[in-house]
């Protein structure tokens, strides 16, 4: 019903930057937060960043000074900008969009397929 779809990953050096971009499409009312989240090999999926319609934002501590996330209402879109990558940045990542249900008060989560960050030498 809702599409999510995310682009901006590949292989950086340490110390590099990357921006990812994550746009949503499909039957959207209304639009509560868009975020980034990154899964590495053998690890949980962890919340990076994330922010609301409203500009609210909230960041892991091991990102926080590092990377910005922005998003552009209009566009549905949502960006995370990735300065000063560390090796340890390296994983999946994965834009989540969490939209308002018609006539209702809760909230439906949708995911995109992910888009790979290496940070290595």
């Known amino acids: 019903q809702v599409h999510v779809v995310e682009s901006g990953g590949g292989l950086v050096q340490p110390g590099g930057s990357l921006r990812l971009s994550c746009a949503a499409s499909?039957?959207?009312?209304?639009?509560?937060?868009m975020g980034w989240y990154r899964q590495a090999p053998g690890k949980q999926r962890e919340l990076v960043a994330d922010i609301t319609s409203g500009g609210s934002t909230n960041y892991a501590d091991s990102v926080k000074g590092r990377f910005t996330i922005s998003r552009d209402n209009a566009k549905n879109t949502v960006y995370l900008e990735m300065n000063s990558l560390k090796p340890e940045d390296t994983a999946v990542y994965y834009c989540?969009?969490?939209?308002?249900?018609?006539?209702?008060?809760?909230?439906?989560?949708?995911w995109g397929q992910g888009t790979q960050v290496t940070v290595s030498s």
């Open positions: 499909g039957r959207i009312f209304s639009i509560y937060a």
């Open positions: 989540n969009v969490e939209v308002l249900v018609l006539f209702t008060t809760s909230r439906q989560d949708y």
